[in-house]
């Protein structure tokens, strides 16, 4: 197990380790090693934070959403996930066999590869997804990309086709 947990000590923990001390530097544009030294701060980069209204009213906003999506990607691959598995289960469902194959198929496409496909199917001129809500359901273009809502649904979306299979 030593090599292992070697590996996920160097990769893993101390990022994170060090991520989290440099929040209590002033290392910034004007203090960077090893030009120049950078200096144990504390916590008045967190006070800044709160006591800055424009800096303020971002850092909520940025970790609430943090908080929505942990909670919203988790939950919904985790329950389509077992929802499926319990109809795939089931002896009476005919092609459970070709549904299984199928549903592997996000599993098994890079997720680099996955991304670029649904990028351009959800682009609001010339995306497949539009084109099906236009020409089908009579609906407007969405602008999937470019508005935040519907950028933060379709990455909750794109994250639950590509996290199901797991």
């Known amino acids: 197990l030593s090599p292992g947990l070697i590996v996920?000590?160097?990769i893993t923990i101390l990022p994170l380790i060090y991520s989290i001390l440099i929040g209590f530097t002033n290392y910034d544009l004007y203090h960077l090693p090893p030009g120049n030294l950078i200096d144990w701060v504390g916590f008045e980069n967190f006070r800044e934070i709160f006591s800055i209204k424009s800096w303020r009213s971002t850092f909520l906003r940025v970790s609430s959403w943090t908080v929505i999506w942990a909670v919203l990607s988790t939950l919904s691959t985790y329950v389509l996930g077992c929802l499926?598995?319990?109809?795939l289960n089931?002896?009476?469902?005919k092609f459970r066999k070709l549904f299984r194959t199928l549903l592997i198929l996000p599993w098994a496409i890079p997720a680099f590869v996955?991304?670029?496909?649904?990028?351009g199917?959800?682009?609001t001129n010339f995306g497949i997804v539009n084109e099906i809500l236009t020409g089908l359901l009579g609906i407007e273009a969405v602008?999937?990309?470019?508005?935040?809502?519907?950028?933060?649904?379709a990455i909750l979306l794109v994250?639950?086709?590509?996290g199901f299979p797991h």
């Open 114 to 119: 996955s991304i670029l496909i649904w990028s």
């Open 90 to 93: 089931n002896p009476l469902l």
């Open 8 to 10: 996920m000590l160097c």
């Open 143 to 153: 602008p999937w990309l470019t508005n935040t809502f519907f950028t933060r649904v």
């Open 84 to 87: 499926l598995a319990i109809i």
């Open 159 to 162: 994250n639950l086709w590509a």
């Open 121 to 123: 199917a959800l682009n």
